[in-house]
Nanobody, 115 residues
Framework: QVQLVESGGGLVQPGGSLRLSCAASGSSLDYYQIGWFRQAPGKEREGVSC?????????YYADSVKGRFTISRDNAKNTVYLQMNSLKPEDTGVYYC???????WGKGTLVTVSS
């Protein structure tokens, strides 16, 4: 059974940094595009970033996070990361990872950016 587990969220001040992790079991992440999404209170879930299958090595970022967030993968650990720098209050939300093209989602990790 495939499971995705997000971690690394927390409370951070504006301008701070966090690194989120998406760890997988039951499947190898390098066969899939992996996406990070977030959902702010009262808002729709939105795409934040995506990394292609390992052999393509392409990345995508939403305009709102471009230049501040970096997605990467560690195949040895079967984990995808989202490094988030220069965080803003509008980055607050629950962050989820997803194996693109599947219904496999983690349960999310909460990021709160507030002074």
């Amino acid at each position: 059974q495939v499971q995705l587990v997000e971690s690394g969220g927390g409370l951070v001040q504006p301008g701070g940094s966090l690194r989120l992790s998406c760890a997988a079991s039951g499947s190898s992440l390098d066969y899939y595009q992996i996406g990070w999404f977030r959902q702010a209170p009262g808002k729709e879930r939105e795409g934040v970033s995506c990394i292609s299958r390992n052999d393509d090595d392409e990345t995508y970022y939403a305009d709102s996070v471009k230049g501040r967030f970096t997605i990467s993968r560690d195949n040895a650990k079967n984990t995808v990361y989202l490094q988030m720098n220069s965080l803003k209050p509008e980055d607050t939300g629950v962050y989820y990872c997803n194996m693109r093209g599947t219904d496999y989602w983690g349960k999310g990790t909460l990021v709160t950016v507030s002074s």
